[in-house]
């Protein structure tokens, strides 16, 4: 079964740092990776997904993700860090087509990391 | 209007009560999904609907009871819940079920509160 690791529930940087999340997941065959924010009072918006190609994935607003098979990590950057950041992140994975050679569509989520931005 | 619409926003009810969340999506997807999003925990998927047929069931207890008439509204029924049920429940819709190809695409939610 696949599981995600978020190892940190919550995060602080000032603003215009940069930022890391961190974000590993446990699956045995090619895994499809997202990374989804959820600002207060509202649902979860897709940042960027990874499925095949490139390991360097861009995504909206400024954010990209590296994902690296050797670490089973897929983890979250932006080089500077907006106030308007300040969300809950959530990592999630799925099936690859290798899977049984069919696609699945459910997906596992992490428990989220909590940025604040500090002005 | 685009996008997931949920209904309402907040609900708070008593165990003995019977209430409905509404989803509506207005994106043409033929997937629909309920899932419960507790405090410190992950993401719970509960239902999943896929051309108003049921493809998933996550061991979900009968109190709640999901509906889809039609590819566009989602229904949560609700009856008999407990203290433990109070949490954020998140309608989503995809372009279809069984592709990871086509994301997610989450209302805002609606806050139940059961006293």
């Known amino acids: 079964a696949q599981s995600v690791t978020q190892p940190d529930i919550h995060i602080t940087v000032s603003e215009g740092a940069s930022l890391e999340l961190r974000c590993n997941y446990s699956?045995?065959?090619?895994?499809?990776l997202f990374w989804y924010v959820q600002s207060p009072g509202q649902g979860l918006q897709l940042l960027l997904k990874?499925?095949?190609?490139?390991?360097l994935v861009q995504g909206i607003k400024g954010f990209e993700a590296e994902f690296k098979r050797s670490q089973s990590s897929f983890n979250l950057r932006k080089p500077s860090v907006h106030w308007s950041d300040a969300a809950e992140y959530f990592c999630a994975v799925g099936a690859g087509r290798d899977a049984g050679g069919t696609s699945y569509g459910k997906l596992t989520f992490g428990q989220g990391t909590i940025l604040t931005v500090h002005p | 209007e685009t996008g997931v619409t949920q209904t309402p926003r907040h609900l708070v009810m008593g165990m003995t009560n019977k209430k409905s969340l509404k989803c509506e999506q207005h994106l043409g997807h033929n997937a629909m999904y309920w899932y419960k999003q507790s405090a410190k925990k992950p993401l719970e998927l509960m239902f999943v609907y896929s051309l108003e047929e049921r493809v998933e069931n996550n061991s979900v207890p009968s109190r709640f009871s999901p509906e889809c008439p039609n590819s566009s509204h989602l229904f949560l029924h609700l009856h008999t819940l407990q203290p433990e049920d109070s949490a954020l429940y998140l309608c989503?819709?995809?372009?279809?079920?069984?592709?990871?190809?086509?994301?997610?695409?989450f209302g805002n939610g609606t806050r139940l509160t059961v006293t």
């Open positions: 699956y045995g065959a090619t895994p499809y």
């Open positions: 990874y499925f095949s190609g490139d390991t």
């Open positions: 989503a819709s995809s372009q279809d079920w069984d592709r990871l190809l086509s994301p997610l695409h």
